[in-house]
Every structure is written in C-alpha cells, then in structure tokens.
C-alpha cells in the first residue's frame, strides 16, 4: 500500500528542447545522467522534447533549469560540456541561484578600465552572490581574487549609478602598538595597511580619476575603526582582511548597512593576527549569520587561487599539515564547504 501510494506521487512532463541535445547530455551522456542523480529524477529523450519524470518538486526544479537551458540557447548563448557540467553542479546544489544568473556571471564583463571575467566555479559563484545579495562574505587563502573582484563590482555599480559611494575599509591589527612610532601624519600611517585596496581601485581606474574621486569623497578608503557610528546609504562597503576583525568590530560594520547599499566581506581564517584570546568576527559571524536570508557565503580553496602555480601547491600543504596536525578550531570553521546558503558566485581571476 505504501509502494502505492509514493508511486501515485510520481509526475511527469516534458520540455521542449530543438537545439544544444549534445552539449546538454555531455561525453557518454555524462551531463544528462549528473542532473539526475543530482536532482533524483529519470529523463528521456524525445524527437523535440525531453521529458522528465519525478517528484513533484525535482521535476519543477529540473523543467525550470531545462527551460532557461533551452531559453539561452535560442537568445545566442553556446555551451559547451564543460560549461554545462559545472553549471550543472552549481543550480542543483543551490535552489536560490538560477542558471540565467549563473551564465550572465560566467561572461567577461568591464569594469572601469578592466575586462574581467570569472576564472572558477566559486568565483563565478561570487559575482553571482554579489549581484543578488546586499551581503556577501567572501572566504578563502590568498589570490582568489576575493578582494579584487568585490573592488571591481563595486566600481561597475559606481560608474553603472547604482550607488553614489565605495567605501573601503581593512582591520589594522597592530594600530594600538605600532603606529604612534611611524613618522608621519595618521593618514600616511595608516596607508601601508590599505596599500591591497588601493592596488585593485588602480587597476580599475585612471590614478588622476581615483584622486578626484577620493578628494569629493565618493571613494573613502580608511581603517574599520572609522566606521563606528555612521549609517552608509546608497554605498558599495567592502572589509578586507575581515579575520582580523574582532567580534565586536564585525558586528559594528555589518550593521553600518543602509538603504541601497551593499556589503562585501573579505577574509582567510587561515591568516587571523588578532592578539591570543580574542576571536575573531569573521568566525564568529560564519556561525551566527549563516542561515540568514539575503546573506551569502562563498568559499574558497586552493583551486580558486589564480596566482603563480605555486601559490596553488603552498595553500594545499599547509591545509594538508593543518589537518595532520589537528588544528585548533580557530585556525579554521567547522564546516567549509558551506556554500549553500543564499548563495552562489562568481568571478574573474586577481589576487585576494
């Protein structure tokens, strides 16, 4: 009876497919057969559809993605078998990210005098977030392009009108001891540590540009204890080198959110200078704010890195020899491949 009754459960449906059957079913149908273990639903081909059979939700869920498949073929776009594996791999594991979104964030893009594209699966998965969420943590070794690519977005939505501000800013973690002993105003103290944010926005941007920019104020760069008390409206923020943040920092800058503004931050839990004792806000905030909508974490490892192939092999080890060791809690966060809470993508390839 019981056999019965979850047999009746069981609907079908077909969605037209006339164009892109080889890149859809991949190398020996590999990409077909992954979309249906993924999503638990039997598909089978027809003379110019493709019909699907399932559960209710899963044969929703694969006649949507099918459709914008079948959608983008037809406005131009062309895949290839790579392409639709990963692409594949990303939509099923996420049910928030679309495979329209996922496409548009995979093509290069300019921003300012920059043509970037995405050169990962999470970095595509990162611009993906970036553009859909107000708050976006990007997590994961150096030269993943965590910090470049949050500066390149956030001078398209400059120079696109979307916000009238970039606001950058970094922890500077020896401030209590150090600084007072360097010659100098405290603004030219303070440059070495906002030297990274400065390198990407030159990248992006002409150097007499910047420095207009800077003097009207529409891009502020300045350390994170600045951001105390002020609400940031219409604003692209960025925090980089967020594991250096405390709690109480981190906390402080998230809720600096205004009306219109978006939120990007950076860090490598791998990487935390905070003197012994204190926590760090990025842990911290990995655990409180993980199932809160309208936030994604993306996070990345060795395979994102995009720097000199080495870099690549360096991360690897001393992930390798952290795990040997059985390293402290915080030298790391209790569940990292945790990129499924709103979230998704993306992006091009510099340095993080």
Do not use: W
């Amino acid at each position: 009876m019981y056999r019965r009754r979850q047999l009746q459960t069981l609907t079908k449906t077909q969605v037209p497919i006339t164009q892109g059957i080889e890149s859809l079913f991949g190398t020996h149908d590999e990409n077909i057969r992954f979309l249906e273990k993924a999503l638990g639903v039997t598909t089978h081909l027809l003379a110019d559809s493709l019909e699907i059979e399932g559960d209710p939700e899963p044969v929703r869920r694969a006649e949507h993605l099918l459709s914008e498949y079948e959608s983008l073929l037809r406005e131009g776009h062309r895949f290839n078998n790579g392409d639709v594996r990963d692409f594949l791999r990303v939509v099923t594991n996420d049910p928030a990210v679309s495979l329209r979104n996922l496409v548009h964030s995979s093509r290069k893009r300019n921003f300012g005098g920059k043509t970037l594209g995405p050169r990962s699966i999470n970095q595509m998965r990162y611009f993906e977030a970036m553009e859909r969420c107000d708050m976006v943590f990007g997590i994961g070794p150096a030269g993943t392009g965590k910090t470049y690519l949050a500066v390149a977005m956030a001078v398209a939505e400059l120079l696109s009108k979307r916000v009238r501000r970039i606001i950058l800013a970094r922890p500077a973690v020896e401030a209590g001891e150090r600084l007072g002993f360097l010659p100098g105003t405290l603004q030219q103290k303070i440059d070495p540590y906002l030297r990274p944010l400065y390198d990407a926005l030159y990248d992006m941007l002409e150097a007499d540009r910047i420095e207009k920019l800077v003097e009207k104020g529409v891009i502020e760069i300045a350390p994170l204890a600045f951001m105390r008390g002020r609400s940031l409206n219409e604003s692209f923020i960025i925090l980089d080198e967020g594991q250096n943040a405390t709690a109480e920092q981190m906390k402080m800058f998230i809720t600096r959110l205004g009306f219109g503004s978006k939120a990007v931050i950076t860090g490598d839990i791998t990487q935390i200078d905070l003197p012994a004792g204190r926590r760090s806000g990025l842990l911290e905030a990995i655990d409180i704010l993980g199932s809160v909508d309208g936030i994604s974490f993306i996070h990345f490892d060795e395979r994102d890195v995009v720097r000199h192939d080495l870099v690549q092999r360096i991360v690897r080890a001393y992930d390798e020899y952290q795990k040997a060791n059985l390293a402290p809690p915080d030298a790391g966060y209790a569940n990292p491949s945790r990129n499924d809470r709103p979230l998704d993508p993306a992006a091009s390839g510099a340095a993080g």
